[in-house]
T-cell receptor
Framework: AQSVTQLDSHVSVSEGTPVLLRCNYS??????LFWYVQHPNKGLQLLLK??????LVKGINGFEAEFKKSETSFHLTKPSAHMSDAAEYFC????????????FGKGTRLSVIA | GAVVSQHPSWVICKSGTSVKIECRSL??????MFWYRQFPKQSLMLMAT?????????EQGVEKDKFLINHASLTLSTLTVTSAHPEDSSFYIC????????FGPGTRLLVL
């Protein structure tokens, strides 16, 4: 079975400082891993995905994540936070891409302070 | 990227009525669509997997007679909440899959 644990329910950073959102996964098979962002009252937007290619994945809006198999982690980072980054972030795992359900973490709410 | 639409985006209904939510893949064919539910300040929970031309597979604890899913074509799946009650108020999100899952914008249901 697959599962994800987002280690922080809420992260608060100052504008212009780095962002780190932590995610650990569990999977019996080689996983596909995703980060999605959800702004208030909006749908989900895919930030980036890992599907067994390069372990350092670059996404949209300056976000990136590194797949570390030895640590079963897939942490999301951004060098400099912007006010518009304030949102809910979900780490997601899937055994296979496409036609298998995604398993969502509980989410991390990112607040950005001016 | 591929686009998935949902209609309506907002619906308010009286308790006891039924509500139908449509999920469409606009520029690709999706053999599989998923329906998720999200309560306020919580994560998404998978409700069911919808396969074109066959019965949906429901997750444990989801009432299949209450949440009717029809996947009549490769671009359309519908979720009907039958005899809705206030506890069914939630944010319902669909996704459509080819090699990647693409999410719709969600439908917010409020049952009075």
């Amino acid at each position: 079975a697959q599962s994800v644990t987002q280690l922080d329910s809420h992260v608060s950073v100052s504008e212009g400082t780095p962002v780190l959102l932590r995610c650990n996964y569990s999977s019996s098979y080689s996983p596909s891993l995703f980060w999605y962002v959800q702004h208030p009252n909006k749908g989900l937007q895919l930030l980036l995905k890992y599907t067994s290619a390069a372990t350092l994945v670059k996404g949209i809006n300056g976000f990136e994540a590194e797949f570390k198999k030895s640590e079963t982690s897939f942490h999301l980072t951004k060098p400099s936070a912007h006010m518009s980054d304030a949102a809910e972030y979900f780490c997601v795992v899937s055994v296979l891409s496409g036609n298998t359900p995604l398993v969502f973490g509980k989410g991390t709410r990112l607040s950005v302070i001016a | 990227g591929a686009v998935v639409s949902q209609h309506p985006s907002w619906v308010i209904c009286k308790s006891g009525t039924s509500v139908k939510i449509e999920c469409r893949s606009l520029d690709f064919q999706a053999t599989t669509m998923f329906w998720y539910r999200q309560f306020p300040k919580q994560s998404l929970m998978l409700m069911a997997t919808s396969n074109e031309g066959s019965k949906a597979t429901y997750e444990q604890g989801v009432e299949k007679d209450k949440f009717l899913i029809n996947h009549a074509s490769l671009t359309l799946s519908t979720l009907t909440v039958t005899s809705a009650h206030p506890e069914d108020s939630s944010f319902y999100i669909c996704s459509a899959a080819d090699l990647t899952q693409y999410f719709g914008p969600g439908t917010r249901l409020l049952v009075l």
